[in-house]
């Protein structure tokens, strides 16, 4: 059965999919109806939290022994997802404790660091998730009368071989995959799975320190390494375009020093109170150039030419001949401090760095350099 919903994604309608946490809410309501009824339920069907109807075939339905296991294939629709059609499993059995227990089996991850959603040592299940599951098999339980123990295991075959191609090892999670979602619903070509991911590493160094290096990518993160700053014991986490959320994140889990460090071409759009840093939002990067140039004294000839440079180096270039780089720089600096700590707001002191494939570290605002001789003292 075709899950229905669809949003656009410029001139495409993209359709939307269910999250392992729909999948596996599903399929243990069909092994819990399998256990307590006799019988194999033609159809699984359950309202995600995002108020959308899941309606599909099990894969599977069956007793082994005392044990009832019911499979959902996953659908993740036009996502690029890797749990796309595998078969999420849900093994029920009664249990002589009162209540339904939920844990996870074959290739569900085991969680092995603070600061996820789950304590360490518990089933990659999240919160949400353990709640469908819950109320899908509590509901079958009222409809047949049961008042006992169950017990479920959601196993992913398979899970722990794909789990290798994930983020999983890096934030903690082991031997399989995670049974994710929050609404149920995976919505194609969707930033929020990059931005839950962004939070959740944020979160875990939240555990180690009130300080944080920001940085978007590959780039940064070579720079702090050449720089020595990556050895200052202080977490640094990938961002990627996400600046504003990054910043958000950071003064929600009480960090109190933060520094940003990226290449020019990404940060001088912080100059102008961009926090987004993809170009489909934003590209004003020779245009800031230009503006700050303009104010220290550049002609219309230079002005011109800013506007038709195709990177930032070439704009660093022209400003070099002009002998007007140190001073552009120092205005586009203090306007990415501006825009920054008012961003991180009064509890955290934030502050930036900025270097270029080219020319090298290009500049720091005044509270980078506080925070760094702090740091390094």
Known sequence: MSFEHYIRSGQRLL????????????????????????TVPRTLRLTTPKGWPVEVLPRFCRMEENTA?????????????????????????????????????????????????????????NTVPRRMIKEEVQDVCRQHGYSGGLRVEIRIPGGAEA?????????????????????????????????????????????????????????????????????????VVKCSNFIGDALDMATAEGFEQLLLVGHIGKLVKLAGGIMNTHSRYADCRTELFCAHAAVCGAGPELCAALLEAATTDACL?????????????????????????????ESCRAGAILFSNQYGLLGLTEPAKEILAQWKG
């Open 15 to 38: 359709r939307c999919g269910y999250t392992t946490g729909t999948c596996a809410a599903l399929a243990a309501r069909g092994a819990a109806q399998r256990l307590l009824s006799g």
């Open 69 to 125: 296991l019911c499979g959902v294939d996953k659908d993740a629709g036009d996502d690029c997802d890797i749990t796309d059609g595998m078969t999420i499993v849900a093994a029920v059995t009664r249990t002589s404790i009162p209540g339904i227990a939920i844990d996870g089996g074959e290739g569900v991850g085991r969680v092995t660091r603070p600061g996820l959603d789950q304590p360490v040592g518990a089933a990659a299940i």
């Open 163 to 235: 789990a290798r191609k994930t983020f999983n090892p890096k934030l903690g999670v082991e031997g399989g995959l995670s049974i994710l979602g929050t609404s149920g619903v995976v919505e194609p070509m969707s930033e929020q799975a990059l931005v839950d991911t962004l939070a959740l590493e944020i979160r875990q160094a939240a555990t180690k320190s009130h300080r944080l290096i920001l940085t978007p990518g590959n780039y940064g993160t070579d720079f702090l390494h050449a720089q020595g700053l990556d050895a200052l014991g202080v977490p």
């Open 317 to 345: 270039e022209l400003l070099d001949k002009a002998r007007l780089r140190q001073a552009v720089l120092d205005r586009l600096l203090n306007a990415v401090s501006d825009h920054l700590q008012r961003r991180a707001g």
